[in-house]
């Protein structure tokens, strides 16, 4: 785990931004095993419509990030990211409230203190409770630990499927079970770069 990410085990975890308690903590593992091209190109194509999981590429810290970025994330790929954002690109799997997280991760650094810092984030959820767009919307205001009275989202679609975004994050219903979410340090890009983040990510559909 990076310097970023990785956390002191105490009274609270945090993962991506997010403070879990001790006994709820979430279990983040870096995916650390290659996945050949022809075996990968195999299983993406029936990513979208699957609540389990996909197969995803990970590099280990010899390989170039850059590739890393590339690659599909369980199942979709990542198009454009704003300019600015951190070269180093890690790929994390986690799961939180029964849904399953992949996430790829890009990090500036390390700064005068040897410290990271988290500028793009992009999240595929998958789970059961997964239904609706609105079923996704109140899983991750609790997994943001946003007020549901106070949290102004506007909707927006993506390929035509629905969802929301402020100025920090952006999350559509991809397909039912599956869910993608995209958070942006809001203090260092705007809502332009998140929602053109968010339209450039697409799901693999040819081999």
Not at 22 to 30: D, F, K, L, N, S
Not at 67 to 95: I, M, N
Not at 99 to 124: I, K, N
Not at 197 to 206: D, F, H, K, L, S
């Amino acid at each position: 785990m990076t310097a970023a990410l990785s956390a002191t085990l105490g009274a609270t975890v945090c993962v991506f931004g997010v403070a879990v308690a001790p006994a709820q903590a979430a279990t983040t593992v870096r995916i650390a095993n290659a996945m050949p091209d022809a075996e990968l190109r195999g299983v993406v194509d029936r990513c979208t419509g699957n609540q389990a999981p996909c197969a995803t590429w990970v590099g280990t810290n010899d390989d170039d990030d850059d590739y890393t970025a590339r690659r599909p994330l369980d199942g979709f790929l990542v198009g454009s990211v704003p300019a600015g954002v951190g070269e180093l690109v890690t790929d994390f799997a986690f799961e939180w409230e029964e849904v399953a997280h992949r996430s790829r991760v890009w990090e500036s650094g390390p700064d005068a203190d040897g410290g990271y810092q988290v500028d793009l984030t992009v999240d595929v959820l998958r789970g059961e409770s997964l239904t609706s767009a609105g079923a996704l919307r109140d899983y991750l205001t609790d997994y943001y630990e946003r007020d549901p009275a106070t949290w102004r989202l506007d909707p927006f679609k993506q390929h035509g499927q629905p969802g929301w975004h402020d100025g920090t994050i952006a999350f559509w219903l991809a397909a039912p079970g599956v869910g993608v979410a995209v958070k942006l340090d809001r203090e260092r890009f705007g809502a332009g770069d998140l929602l053109r983040t968010a339209y450039g990510i697409r799901p693999v559909t040819g081999r």
